[in-house]
């Protein structure tokens, strides 16, 4: 069996690796996702134990996704969805041709049958993704960055790619606060490219404000 590394060759970076922000964006991500991982711990318990309570399968997800300078690495998320996710999404895309539409339009189903009751709680919340502030603390992602796209996915990119290879990919994003699920792909892509492009800490605090708001209006969130 090929490794995720040998799977994925095709994936590299053409162009000069800047890293966004430097080393102060590095050292302020850390520092933050040790401190919240410290802070959350009484939640992560909890959340832990609901759901094993409610579902005996895996407590965590994790999925490949493309970081900085083209470099695979696996997110981590609570896991939302049933065991056989996979085998489920196959088998409703042969069988719901809106579903394939929708799903090859924006990798994403609106009503999407594979998640759980405790899952749909935790994305509302956004809760299922506070695991990814471990792959913040390990240097895989940030706070703040592009949305982290799948191997699958980084084609869509085109010409933008080399923007979205200069930045890790960020916990949250231009793309969480302007819409989220509700933005297109293209509109995602766009968001990355202008974030990368306008990049300053100063931008990175108004996103990570901005974001409570949107964590606690639920919007676009499926």
Known sequence: MRTTNERYSHISFTGRLRVLGGKGKRASDMLVALFGIIIFIPIFTLIAVISKLADPGPLIYSHVR?????????????RTMVVDAEKRLDALLDADPDAR????RSQKLTDDPRVTAVGRLLRRTSLDELPQLINVARGEMSLVG??????????RYGERVDLYFAARPGLSGLWQISGRSDCSYDERIELDAKYVCEWSFLTDLSILLRTVGVVLNGRGVY
């Open 66 to 78: 493309v970081g900085l300078g083209g470099r695979l690495f696996r997110c981590f998320k609570f």
């Open 101 to 104: 539409a929708e799903w090859e």
């Open 146 to 155: 592009p949305r982290p796209v799948s191997p699958s996915e980084i084609w």
